[in-house]
T-cell receptor, first 114, second 116 residues
Framework: NAGVTQTPKFQVLKTGQSMTLQCAQD?????MSWYRQDPGMGLRLIHY???????DQGEVPNGYNVSRSTTEDFPLRLLSAAPSQTSVYFC?????????????FGAGSRLTVL | GESVGLHLPTLSVQEGDNSIINCAYS??????FIWYKQESGKGPQFIID?????DKRQGQRVTVLLNKTVKHLSLQIAATQPGDSAVYFC???????????????FGKGTLLTVNP
């Protein structure tokens, strides 16, 4: 049981390049989400999904796309990277969306956009 | 370590002492609170949670206190160990979110350093 797995751990991009951050969980969790973490800002929600085929925007969705074709995977796409997207990205999942269902986080992906 | 450690409130304690980490929240509609621990280079890890109908909840070496009157949450760690060194985040959920976890709001965190 690997939990939440994120790849890559580190990535450097040039402005305008595109890339996908991968997230996979093997816990059969319904809910998955992406956060970014910046100094002094706390964790901010980018996009989330309450189940396969369903996605929605969080607090800071601009510049990012997501899809949820399977229960296990929830990739985050940057279509045209900008320096403002330099951050540490965390994927998280939970069994349900209500009650005290605790989020399980991945180890993070550090992205630098030059 | 993670650059998230910069610009954070810090707390430095001696090994064996008790630690108290504080969190203020502003949303009176928050009904559920969680503490997370984030070690350098890792993702946040759940420590303990508490619902708004409780004032106190205890776990293994940790206690969370909730004061709804002044909108204050604290995490107490007993007999702090070097392995407790990390950034600690509180998170709150708005009861008007229908119980959904995606409405969690995270605090900026406190860096705890335990000196041996």
């Amino acid at each position: 049981n690997a939990g939440v797995t994120q790849t890559p751990k580190f990535q450097v991009l040039k402005t305008g390049q595109s890339m996908t951050l991968q997230c996979a969980q093997d816990m059969n969790h319904e809910y998955m989400s992406w956060y970014r973490q910046d100094p002094g800002m706390g964790l901010r929600l980018i996009h989330y999904s309450v189940g396969a085929g369903i996605t929605d925007q969080g607090e800071v969705p601009n510049g990012y796309n997501v899809s949820r074709s399977t229960t296990e995977d929830f990739p985050l796409r940057l279509l045209s990277a900008a320096p403002s997207q330099t951050s540490v990205y965390f994927c998280a999942s939970s069994y349900g969306t209500a009650g005290a269902n605790v989020l399980t986080f991945g180890a993070g992906s550090r992205l630098t956009v030059l | 370590g993670e650059s998230v450690g910069l610009h954070l409130p810090t707390l430095s304690v001696q090994e064996g002492d008790n630690s108290i980490i504080n969190c203020a929240y502003s949303n009176s509609a928050s009904d559920y609170f969680i503490w997370y621990k984030q070690e350098s280079g890792k993702g946040p890890q759940f420590i303990i949670d508490i619902r708004s109908n409780m004032d106190k909840r205890q776990g293994q070496r940790v206690t969370v206190l909730l004061n709804k009157t002044v909108k204050h949450l604290s995490l107490q760690i007993a007999a702090t160990q070097p392995g407790d060194s990390a950034v600690y985040f509180c998170a709150e959920r708005d009861q008007n979110s229908g119980g959904s976890n995606y409405k969690l709001t995270f605090g900026k965190g406190t860096l705890l350093t335990v000196n041996p």
